[in-house]
Structures are given as structure tokens and as C-alpha cells.
């Protein structure tokens, strides 16, 4: 499943403290294969903490770039972000946000 507006804006908290995502009025593109709509919806999620959330607590980025790791399986880490590319400047911006990530998704 993929979610193609993932972003703070679309969670919202339970009364039992779980996450749940929400909107999901876009669908799936066909000029992007599964991997990339996963890779653009773990991207758009650290590019709207980027967004929303204080400079002092997004400066520690690098906790978000560890989660997406630790889900990140071999067919998305290869991936071909390049189509991606045009909607994620916040996230590719800034350089050593962008070299992690480049790292992640085998040097892209």
C-alpha cells in the first residue's frame, strides 16, 4: 500500500496514543513502479517533518533517515529516485541530508 501524500498533516493520534494515517485521496501513479512510491512516501514524511516542525528538533534529521533505514528492504534501496526528484527539494536541499540519502538508496 502506498500512500502518495504522506505527510504530518495526514496522521492523526488515537485516543490510545497509536498513529493513523489519513487522506489518502491520490492514487498510485503508473509512470512509478511500487519501490518508488514507497521510496517518495518514506521522503515526503521526513521532508514534512522538515516543513512542520521546529528547526531545533528538525535538525536532528538524522533519527528520521535511521527509521527509513531500518524499513528500507533491497528493492527499494535500488530504486531510481531520479523521477522523484522534482517533488522532494526540501529533503535534497540540504547537503548532508542529501548525501544520507544518496547513501541509503545506493549512491543516487
Not at 533519527?63 to 528493492?75: F, H, R
Request: aromatic fraction near 8%; proline fraction near 5%; glycine fraction near 4%.
Amino acid at each position: 500500500m502506498t500512500h502518495m501524500d504522506v505527510s504530518l498533516s495526514n496522521l492523526v493520534a488515537t485516543p490510545s496514543g497509536d498513529l493513523v494515517f489519513i487522506d489518502f485521496q491520490y492514487a498510485p501513479t503508473s509512470n512509478l513502479d511500487l519501490a518508488q512510491q514507497r521510496a517518495y512516501d518514506h521522503l515526503r514524511l521526513v521532508e514534512s517533518c522538515i516543513k512542520f516542525m521546529p528547526t531545533e528538533v528538525t535538525d536532528g534529521y538524522r533519527i528520521w533517515l535511521d527509521t527509513l533505514e531500518q524499513c528500507t528492504d533491497a528493492k527499494l534501496r535500488c530504486c531510481d529516485l531520479n523521477p522523484l526528484i522534482p517533488a522532494l527539494g526540501r529533503v535534497l536541499a540540504e547537503g548532508s541530508m542529501r548525501n544520507a540519502i544518496a547513501s541509503l538508496f545506493d549512491e543516487q
